[in-house]
């Protein structure tokens, strides 16, 4: 393994790319601690210092932006906008017909939605941060906290229309410098460029949350949910790497003085096709009737509706069991959906068809069609229960340890993590085979 490590290093071209990496991560993380003009760094320091549980309607945002919304700095949108974009350009294709064409030309058509992505990320940009610099100015951004402080985050001249449009303009220029930086990344470092920016933020709050645990509990706790949180993550390992492999056959076929065909591959149908996707679908929707409580609060102080008090003790709390059993379905129920949008039976059977392959025993056309949609609805049933177990981690550590929401070993951070670390590491292992001919892993 150290030998492996050491090849690295004494390859010029790989050293440079992960240097290279390095690098962009290192300004993506100074980026994020830079604060937006006309904040006042010192009440938000405090605000954050008396807010250490902070959770409810920005805690998903605040996670993949690695603490940089609640420290409303430039880079406090973090990569959230363009995940968003990509979502949505994504479940576009199902209702638009020019999407799907345009996903089938290949290159040129994928290179048409990237940059649909881009505008509609830059449109979110200018949306999500006009919200958060209205919840900020109006002293909701730290709910749970009564100082005066966290009701002047922004100074006089950020309330004047100037300054509230300079960090509109700031905020959605640092989403679009995200961007940008994670397209670099890809170009010239190692990996995916915006999953590694997502892993860092998400890798950046792991010990300020783990010394958390160690403050409040004491340090046999603390031992106890690291090791809990290997555990956790060798079964996530396990799970994310567990795939169902369909057989396939492909005919001999003559083409001119050449044969084609008469080979055997396989299909893998992973346990788990829809990835953390339906995670922020759940957790997304599971905002909306806290926004809903927020905004219907009695402005005189008097006592609000009882649908509004009903939802406030029930549906804005991850301890409450009503919450915890309404985000299990949802988590469940999205899998079935995502995966359905992203894996097309039909599709795959008329290739197959196309180019001479078939399943053995399975007849061509639509019968092998109803046998992947049969296949794909099993193996999603045990990946979607998973999933749901694992985004509850952090909900029953909230309940149990008193762990804020962004507990480390669960949810959509342990499944990022350990998603993106594992192609990050199959991706290096390839480049060093290919100068080595002996890789990373064994």
């Given at each position: ?163 509230i449009l300079l960090m509109v303009i700031t905020m959605t220029a640092g989403t679009g410098l995200i961007m940008w930086l994670g397209e670099l990344i890809t ?158 039976p039909e599709e795959v059977a008329d290739n197959m068809k196309k180019y001479g392959g078939f399943i053995p025993g399975i007849r061509a056309g639509r019968p ?33 340890v008193q762990a804020n929401q962004n507990f480390p070993f669960g949810g959509a951070s342990i499944l990022i993590i350990v998603g993106v670390g594992l192609e ?19």
């Open positions: 393994m150290f030998r492996a490590v050491a090849r690295i290093f004494r390859t010029p071209d790989l050293r440079r790319k992960i240097g290279f990496t390095l690098g962009i991560i290192a300004i993506f993380r100074l980026g994020s601690l830079i604060p937006a003009p006309f904040v006042d760094y010192r009440n938000v320091q405090s605000c954050l210092a008396g807010n250490a549980n902070t959770s409810g309607l920005y805690e998903l945002v605040n996670l993949f932006s690695g603490g940089a919304l609640l420290q409303l700095s430039v880079f406090a949108l973090g990569i959230m906008p363009y995940i968003t974009a990509s979502i949505i350009v994504q479940l576009l294709r199902v209702v638009i017909p020019h999407f799907e064409t345009l996903y089938k030309e290949g290159q040129s058509g994928q290179a048409k939605l990237t940059q649909y992505t881009r505008y509609l990320t830059i449109a979110l940009g200018v949306l999500q941060s006009t919200t958060l610099i209205t919840v900020a100015r109006s002293g909701a951004l730290f709910p749970q906290s009564s100082g005066v402080g966290c009701n002047a985050l922004i100074t006089n001249e950020g309330q004047q229309w100037y300054g170009e010239r470092g190692v990996g995916n460029g915006m999953s590694l920016l997502i892993f860092t933020s998400i890798a950046a709050t792991f010990p300020a949350s783990l010394w958390a645990i160690q403050e409040a509990q004491g340090f046999q706790v603390f031992l106890l949910v690291i090791l809990l949180g290997l555990l956790i993550m060798l079964a996530v390992v396990f799970v994310e790497q567990s795939q169902r492999r369909v057989p396939v056959q492909y005919a001999k076929r003559m083409v001119g003085r050449r044969t084609y065909g008469g080979n055997n591959t396989y299909i893998p149908i992973k346990v788990n096709m829809a990835g953390v996707v339906p995670v922020i679908f759940a957790s997304s929707l599971l905002y909306l009737p806290a926004l809903i409580a927020q905004f219907n609060q009695p402005a005189d102080g008097s006592e609000p509706a009882p649908w509004v008090t009903w939802i406030s003790n029930n549906l804005t709390t991850g301890d409450n069991p009503l919450y915890m059993a309404i985000y299990f379905l949802l988590i469940v129920g999205f899998t079935y959906f995502y995966v359905a949008i992203t894996f097309n092998t069609a109803e046998y992947l949609d049969y296949v794909l609805t099993r193996v999603t049933l045990p990946g979607s229960i998973y999933l749901g177990l694992i985004a509850l981690i952090p909900l029953i550590a909230l309940a149990t990050t590491v199959k991706q290096i292992d390839s480049q060093l085979q290919q100068r080595h001919y002996e890789g990373l892993l064994r």
